[in-house]
């Protein structure tokens, strides 16, 4: 999996995308000029009036988007190096799941997690809040 932005994206969407690619353990292109190749699958954050508002999961010419609005952007800091887990009870925990080839469970995990509530999704590392996003 690696992340990329559009072409002409606003800091803010370049600094979400760098953000989710060390979260998820991922390797970040800066995207310029260049296309997306069709080898793999490229997750790119998508923004409309200069603030990202999704993620368009790319993969063998299809492409699904999971869409949201950034509430809150934690501090910068040296992620530990573990995969994350999706944590939460429903479908969306699972799609989300899904969406991002990671593991579901069903109760809070220690470390690196994703935890989906009603509404908003939070990136939390160790008990740190990295990102939420409202959905």
């Known amino acids: 999996m690696r992340f990329t932005t559009s072409r002409r994206p606003s800091?803010?969407?370049?600094?979400?995308?760098?953000?989710?690619?060390?979260?998820?353990?991922?390797?970040?292109?800066?995207?310029?000029?260049?296309?997306?190749?069709?080898d793999g699958v490229w997750m790119v954050v998508v923004?409309?009036?200069g603030s990202p508002t999704g993620?368009?999961?790319?993969?063998?010419?299809e492409e699904e988007v999971f869409r949201f609005t950034l509430s809150?952007?934690?501090?910068?800091?040296r992620l530990k190096m573990t995969r994350p887990v999706v944590v939460g009870a429903?479908?969306?925990?699972?799609?989300l799941a899904e969406f991002f080839?990671?593991?579901?469970?069903?109760?809070?995990?220690?470390?690196r997690a994703i935890r989906v509530c009603d509404g908003f999704v939070d990136f939390v590392d160790g008990g740190d809040l990295i990102l939420r996003l409202n959905i």
Do not use: Q, V, W
């Open 72 to 77: 809150c952007e934690g501090g910068s800091k």
């Open 101 to 111: 080839d990671l593991d579901h469970a069903a109760e809070a995990a220690a470390g």
């Open 47 to 49: 923004e409309g009036d």
């Open 11 to 38: 800091p803010r969407t370049r600094r979400l995308a760098r953000t989710l690619a060390r979260f998820l353990g991922a390797d970040y292109m800066t995207r310029g000029k260049s296309g997306l190749d069709d």
């Open 90 to 95: 429903g479908n969306s925990a699972r799609d």
């Open 55 to 61: 993620i368009a999961r790319r993969s063998r010419g």
